[in-house]
């Protein structure tokens, strides 16, 4: 299915028959990606006295409870709710879902113990062109993202200054293959969270934050169009499915 975008007085060709899903798939069990000390995800049947939600197993119909946590248990969407007091849900502050994204690769800088992505990295992979929503690729990146255990391994974070300067550059929406922009262990800082959104001064309600997709090696760096599919969660974050479009300028 081929379409046609304007952005920026710039006109381009999107087929939207060849997405590309960023997303990592909820899987139950502990091959799942797995973050913040929270248990894998559960997927069982109901069962009922002597009746059973699974087909194999005798019942009509599959029918499953599932248990997860969408900031530990994989892709994710989240809003400044995630931060707040106030009770701003992922259902509310995001009301459109096509966006002008770009993609960029980075290998943090290692500082200590710590290895981080920098304003100056940022700055220089995005050059001149802003976009609507920054997608974030960090080096190494192999497909052991899918199912990595990332509680009390100090992954890489973004320095708090690089996400003031996306919200200075009106960069709503920002997505990592990391479990968060922050550090893991920052005394309840989130000084990057906190920039992005300007909360509690300047509260961007409308802005997001994805964590922990997976973008393969073989997605090039450059502009695509965006879509972020979320479940309608009244909560401040929703398992997500971003997906990516190639953009063709013409």
């Known amino acids: 299915m081929q379409s046609e975008i304007t952005h920026n007085k710039k006109k381009y060709q999107v087929n939207l028959s060849k997405p590309i899903d960023i997303s990592i798939p909820l899987r139950a069990g502990e091959t799942n990606v797995n973050a913040w000390y929270v248990k894998p995800v559960e997927i069982t049947p109901v069962v009922m006295g002597d009746w059973i939600g699974d087909v194999k197993k005798g019942g009509a119909v599959n029918f499953r409870n599932i248990f997860f946590n969408p900031h530990g248990n994989g892709t994710h969407t989240e809003c400044v709710g995630h931060i707040s007091k106030e009770d701003y849900t992922i259902n509310q502050c995001l009301n459109t879902y096509f966006f002008f994204a770009k993609l960029i690769t980075i290998y943090p800088e290692k500082r200590g113990y710590d290895f981080i992505i920098t304003l100056n990295q940022i700055k220089t992979e995005v050059r001149s062109e802003i976009p609507e929503a920054l997608i974030i690729r960090t080096l190494p990146n192999d497909a052991e993202k899918m199912n990595k255990h990332y509680s009390n391994t100090n992954p890489p974070y973004i320095e708090p200054i690089a996400a003031e300067w ?85």
């Open 166 to 250: 996306m919200h200075q550059q009106n960069i709503n929406h920002l997505l990592i293959d990391l479990p968060s922009v922050d550090k893991e262990h920052d005394d309840g800082k989130l000084l990057a969270h906190r920039a992005f959104w300007q909360y509690p001064s300047n509260i961007q309600k409308h802005r997001t934050i994805t964590e922990m997709i997976y973008v393969p090696n073989e997605i090039v760096d450059g502009n695509y169009l965006l879509n972020i599919q979320i479940a309608s969660f009244e909560n401040d974050a929703s398992p997500s499915k971003p997906v990516l479009y190639a953009l063709n300028e013409f």
